[in-house]
């Protein structure tokens, strides 16, 4: 008996490998995860965290080791941006959330390294292609002004932040050095 073109149902774990009980309960513990540890929030936004930098070089330093520490809080922070300022470009607003669906699945829920021809991709590749996308695909829409302007203030708010906000308090993890892992200093 062929079972082509049937939808499985949630005791069918043969075709889909997993039912839907277990794939929506492991996408919201990857969403807590990745909410929660990855992207400590509370350090981002500790008071005592901000100064201002002592000169150029430090500028540079303290930019350098908050976009790899804060990566996944700043791409959070522009998007919202993004999204806020699509409030009233409906269509606009249709392919960012369809984009947004993207970014969850290759960049936010994954829990293992995105692999593509035997090859794979580091999450900095996937962060620039998948903003790249986005931002192409969103030009098309028509609302070019609008998404530039709300782009530059998502990194301008990005650039503040990283300028401004100490970085003596994180320190590199040894073991994902490689990868400019950086753990908190207290933990």
Known sequence: MSTYGTIPDSSDTSAVGI????FLTRAIKRIKTNLG???PWKEMFSIHSLNLP???PDTISRTKTNVAY???N?????LGVLFLSLIWHP????????????????YLLRDEP????????????????????TTCLLLLTGTTLNILVSVMIGVAVVLIHAIFRKND????????????????ASA
Not at 120 to 131: E, G, K
Not at 169 to 182: R, S, V, Y
Request: hydrophobic letters at 60%.
């Open 19 to 22: 039912t839907k009980a277990e």
């Open 37 to 39: 540890v990855k992207r």
């Open 54 to 56: 002592h000169g150029f």
């Open 70 to 72: 804060f990566r996944m």
């Open 74 to 78: 700043y791409a959070i922070i522009v």
């Open 91 to 106: 269509i606009s607003l249709i392919v960012f959330i369809v984009l947004m669906a993207v970014w969850l699945f290759l």
């Open 114 to 133: 995105l692999v593509i021809l035997h090859y794979t991709i580091d999450d900095r590749v996937i962060l620039t292609v998948l903003s790249v996308v």
């Open 169 to 184: 308090d994180l320190c590199l993890d040894e073991d994902g050095a490689e990868a400019d892992g950086f753990l908190p």
